[in-house]
Nanobody
Framework: QLQLVESGGGLVQPGGSLRLSCAAS????????IGWFRQAPGKEREEILC????????NYADSVKGRFTISRDNAKNTVYLQMNSLKPEDTAVYSC?????????????WGQGTQVTVSS
């Protein structure tokens, strides 16, 4: 069974950092682009960053530029979202999704999400 599992969420103070992981099981991530999304209460889901199968990344959210980075470790079958200088408005459920090869293609496999809460 193809599955993506996010981890690393939690409660962090403003200005702090978290690293989220998106681990795949049942398939290898080598030939997939992985996108990170977030959805805050009462808001629509927002695409943040994506990394293609060849390692190129695309930032879709101006609000996270300079603070969030995406990376992948194909040997560990995992994609990471490093989040620095966190703000209360970053509070959301963060999810990852897989698309074949490129970020422009349709995501067809989704994780369940992990909660990130930024609060003092």
């Amino acid at each position: 069974q193809l599955q993506l599992v996010e981890s690393g969420g939690g409660l962090v103070q403003p200005g702090g950092s978290l690293r989220l992981s998106c681990a795949a099981s049942g398939f290898t991530l080598d030939h997939y682009a992985i996108g990170w999304f977030r959805q805050a209460p009462g808001k629509e889901r927002e695409e943040i960053l994506c990394i293609s199968s060849n390692g190129g990344s695309t930032n879709y959210a101006d609000s996270v530029k300079g603070r969030f980075t995406i990376s992948r470790d194909n040997a560990k079958n995992t994609v990471y979202l490093q989040m620095n200088s966190l703000k209360p408005e970053d509070t959301a459920v963060y999810s990852c999704a897989a698309a074949p090869l490129r970020c422009e293609f349709e995501y067809d496999n989704w994780g369940q999400g992990t909660q990130v809460t930024v609060s003092s």
